[in-house]
């Protein structure tokens, strides 16, 4: 018998391509989740919740491996620090978080809780890999989608983003859940920088949508980080291959 992977976030985008990847490897998976599902072939699911540190001691007991994809709006940190008082407390041995590219530079309240729960993690004492990925496909279509629901498409000055294929960056972190503790590894980032008028030109395109593009201005600290590239690792990164306008194709037919 060899101990579970326990994964947070099992249920969402990342967790989704996640799964049959360590499942595929031979590991038995537990998922800790806020709604109880039945147990699939070689997938637990306990039920609890990170931010109420409910059910969290239970999820961890057993583990060696704990992968915390889990996150939200807010709370992050909050959430990652309860899951590393219960890991540490039941000896995981490999704690593996995924964060976002630019957490430690970008003036936001939601890019702080990423990085502070770096640093939860960081300093718990149990052996770690972090992970930071530029923005995935699923996200960027997203903010895309609901641009283009207005009269006009509205085109922040200076912003770039490097949109990655969710089901890659879940391929490079099943790798280092089954590898050695690495500490701060190498951003994962898309193959290509766009700013958002290249992004939404292929999506008005298959949509068969006329948008004008209206330049804005995103105002104060964020905005000179955004338009400085502080969200951006245009060198050393670990690259995806699939491009935007072939997800876009695959997603939209």
Same mark, same amino acid.
């Given at each position: ?14 967790? /989704?391509?996640?799964?049959?990847? *360590? +499942? =595929? ?6 998922? #800790? $989740?806020?709604?109880?599902?039945? %147990? ?84 718990? /004492?149990?052996?770690?890999?972090? *992970? +930071? =990925? ?6 960027? #279509? $997203?903010?895309?989608?609901?641009? %283009? ?105």
């Amino acid at each position: 018998m060899t101990s579970p992977i326990l994964v947070t976030g099992g249920t969402g985008t990342l967790g /989704g391509h996640a799964l049959p990847l *360590l +499942r =595929a490897s031979g590991h038995d998976v537990r998922v #800790l $989740t806020r709604q109880a599902r039945p %147990a699939t072939d070689g997938v637990e699911y306990v039920t609890g919740d990170l931010l109420k540190g409910e059910g969290v001691e239970a999820a961890v007991d057993g583990a060696a491996t704990v992968l915390h994809l889990a996150g939200g709006p807010k709370g992050d940190d909050e959430a990652t620090r309860t899951l590393v008082r219960a890991a540490s407390r039941a000896g995981v041995r490999h704690f593996l978080y995924i964060s976002v590219i630019g957490a430690d530079r970008v003036p936001l309240a939601w890019m702080r809780t990423k990085l502070e729960s770096e640093r939860a993690v960081s300093d718990s /004492g149990i052996p770690w890999t972090t *992970l +930071r =990925a530029a923005q995935f496909h699923d996200l960027a #279509l $997203t903010m895309v989608e609901k641009m %283009a629901k207005l009269p006009v498409f509205p085109v922040p000055g200076g912003l770039r983003l490097q949109p990655v294929d969710s089901r890659e960056v879940a391929a490079r972190l099943a790798e280092l859940t089954l590898g050695d503790p690495s500490g701060l590894v190498a951003d994962m980032t898309g193959p290509d920088v766009h700013d958002l008028a290249a992004l939404a030109r292929p999506y008005l395109r298959l949509r068969g949508r006329r948008r004008p593009l209206l330049p804005v201005r995103i105002p104060g600290k964020a905005g000179r980080a955004y338009r400085a590239g502080a969200n951006l690792t245009l060198e050393g990164a670990e690259t995806g291959k699939r491009t935007w306008e072939e997800f876009l194709r695959e997603r939209l037919g």
